[in-house]
């Protein structure tokens, strides 16, 4: 069960480099073929996936790139989305790079205080603006809460211009031959140093916080923090489940893999995902736990509204 293909590539070759993303693209043909041999369901089958230069968005997957040249020890955290929808890392990412309470680097670190710089932009639209922090954090809420169109993209330190984070953009509902109610956001964390550390970069995921995703892709669900081994499909097609793998990076090549979420610290976090899960599960197919019409990924009702068009008629009649 399941549809998904995660992959992570170190090279010096830039961002949307085509060799890169060729590369990507025959592992994913290969275990295609492979998944089709064995009747496996294969989300990108009727994709038409597509590699030009004007249009990095038509690969059909969520792609998250980050450009840096390695520190004198370089940490670096890999999340992954499952179920969920698009600005799931929103929150985390401004609790990391924003808040204080979350961040104590941001008090004691010279470099995160002098704050952060968000790069949002707009999935629907297709634009983009940078908001920095902390004097412009109200202004950057009034967006980035609005998960389903507004998304960060990048965070950038303000002491020297560096890329810290980035979250992948893509939806793939918009990619021809799609029709997804669930995109699989990904995001790069650098920590540690300088930087936030390895627990302020994963203490947002220790509470499960609703977001767009569960089944079809047309529910609110709570993440939850879980192994990379749990990343499959659970209860209602959920919940939204994330997972983060901790590397040190050392030339170029990843090392010292950590399976971040499966310490037994995340436990209590998870047993509260189940217990949100339950309460909202009671309320069947009401909004707003089945997302608006407008806002939802997948909408199944145009073929039942054709059909029953002619029974409304205005108020009075």
């Excluded at 995660?6 to 090279?11: D, G, N, S």
């Excluded at 990391?96 to 961040?103: G, K, L």
């Excluded at 509902?173 to 390895?198: H, K, M, Q, W, Y």
Aim: proline share 5%; charged share 20%; glycine share 10%.
């Amino acid at each position: 069960m399941g549809g998904s293909i995660y992959i992570l590539i170190t090279h010096t070759a830039g961002e949307k480099n085509n060799q890169i993303f060729s590369i990507a693209r025959d592992i994913i043909k290969d275990c295609q073929n492979v998944a089709k041999k064995l009747k496996l369901y294969i989300y990108h089958e009727n994709a038409e996936i597509n590699l030009s230069e004007d249009d990095w968005n038509g690969f059909g997957s969520s792609i998250a790139e980050i450009t840096f040249e390695e520190r004198i020890k370089e940490s670096v955290i890999c999340f992954i989305g499952s179920g969920m929808g698009l600005g799931g890392f929103n929150l985390p990412l401004f609790k990391t790079f924003a808040d204080p309470f979350n961040t104590s680097g941001l008090i004691f670190s010279d470099m995160l205080h002098e704050g952060t710089a968000f790069e949002v932009q707009d999935t629907i639209e297709h634009r983009k603006a940078v908001f920095s922090n902390p004097n412009e954090s109200y202004d950057l809420l009034a967006y980035i809460g609005m998960t389903d169109r507004f998304v960060v993209h990048r965070v950038i330190t303000r002491v020297d211009g560096k890329i810290v984070a980035v979250a992948s953009t893509d939806r793939l509902s918009d990619v021809s031959g799609l029709n997804s109610g669930n995109d699989t956001p990904v995001a790069v964390v650098r920590c540690e140093g300088s930087l936030p550390t390895i627990g302020e970069v994963t203490e947002p995921y220790s509470v499960p916080a609703l977001v767009v995703g569960s089944n079809r892709g047309s529910h609110l669900g709570p993440w939850m923090p879980v192994s990379v081994t749990d990343l499959s499909i659970g209860r209602f097609d959920g919940p939204p489940k994330i997972a983060a793998l901790g590397f040190n990076l050392a030339d170029g090549y990843l090392g010292l893999e950590k399976d971040v979420f499966a310490d037994n610290s995340f436990n209590r976090a998870r047993e509260q995902a189940n217990l949100l899960t339950d309460i909202l599960r009671k309320q069947g197919p009401f909004e707003p736990y089945k997302v608006g019409l407008d806002s939802s990924e997948i909408q199944q009702l145009p073929g039942f509204v054709s059909q029953s068009e002619s029974r409304w008629v205005p108020i009075g009649e």
